[in-house]
T-cell receptor
Framework: DTAVSQTPKYLVTQMGNDKSIKCEQNLGHDTMYWYKQDSKKFLKIMFSYNNKELIINETVPNRFSPKSPDKAHLNLHINSLELGDSAVYFC??????????????FGQGTRLTVV | DQQVKQNSPSLSVQEGRISILNCDYTNSMFDYFLWYKKYPAEGPTFLISISSIKDKNEDGRFTVFLNKSAKHLSLHIVPSQPGDSAVYFCAATYSGYSTLTFGKGTMLLVSP
């Protein structure tokens, strides 16, 4: 009964491929996020969705496209993968009953390696 | 442009002693601060938070102190235990904005 689960945990792929990372939360939260932890260990926000609507899109290449089929799911699709996309990607969620709650719960992370 | 800074990449402490992890921020709009703990191959887990209307928040062995004038916060763990060994991230946000700005993390090692 994991609160925020993302799959796969590890992903190794070649440059130029297209891949997706899935995320699901069973906490009833309204807001979901994708964060990226790069080689310098910085955790940075990429996208934020509230009730299936995109509310934040930081400076991220348009090869990255989030999709939220419902408020419990936020998937991340990456086109034409590049070496620099190698990182750990974390899904997170926060918020109950429409009230912003800044205590975010994180998934276990997906380590993406582009070769 | 790092808005949240954790200048100590690592800290070693003996079991039973106090661990003090520091965090500085530059954005005056931040009014809510959080500490997360992260074990290898796991996602960050929420530890403790503090609102800017307070200068201290305590939860068991963990206490967070906030000095708004200095734009500085610290996490105190006492007594430290080997199971506390992890990377600790400081994070900040502000009212009406739910995403978090993280520091780079401090790796804490508590030795028996």
């Amino acid at each position: 009964d994991t609160a925020v689960s993302q799959t796969p945990k590890y992903l190794v792929t070649q440059m130029g491929n297209d891949k997706s990372i899935k995320c699901e939360q069973n906490l009833g939260h309204d807001t979901m996020y994708w964060y990226k932890q790069d080689s310098k260990k910085f955790l940075k926000i990429m996208f934020s969705y509230n009730n299936k609507e995109l509310i934040i899109n930081e400076t991220v290449p348009n090869r990255f496209s989030p999709k939220s089929p419902d408020k419990a799911h936020l998937n991340l699709h990456i086109n034409s993968l590049e070496l620099g996309d190698s990182a750990v990607y974390f899904c997170a969620s926060s918020g109950l009953d429409g009230t912003p709650n800044t205590e975010a719960f994180f998934g276990q992370g997906t380590r993406l390696t582009v070769v | 442009d790092q808005q949240v800074k954790q200048n100590s990449p690592s800290l070693s402490v003996q079991e039973g002693r106090i661990s003090i992890l520091n965090c500085d921020y530059t954005n005056s709009m931040f009014d809510y601060f959080l500490w997360y703990k992260k074990y290898p191959a796991e996602g960050p887990t929420f530890l403790i938070s503090i609102s800017s209307i307070k200068d201290k928040n305590e939860d068991g062995r963990f206490t967070v102190f906030l000095n708004k004038s200095a734009k500085h916060l610290s996490l105190h763990i006492v007594p430290s235990q080997p199971g506390d060994s992890a990377v600790y991230f400081c994070a900040a946000t502000y009212s009406g904005y739910s995403t978090l700005t993280f520091g780079k993390g401090t790796m804490l090692l508590v030795s028996p």
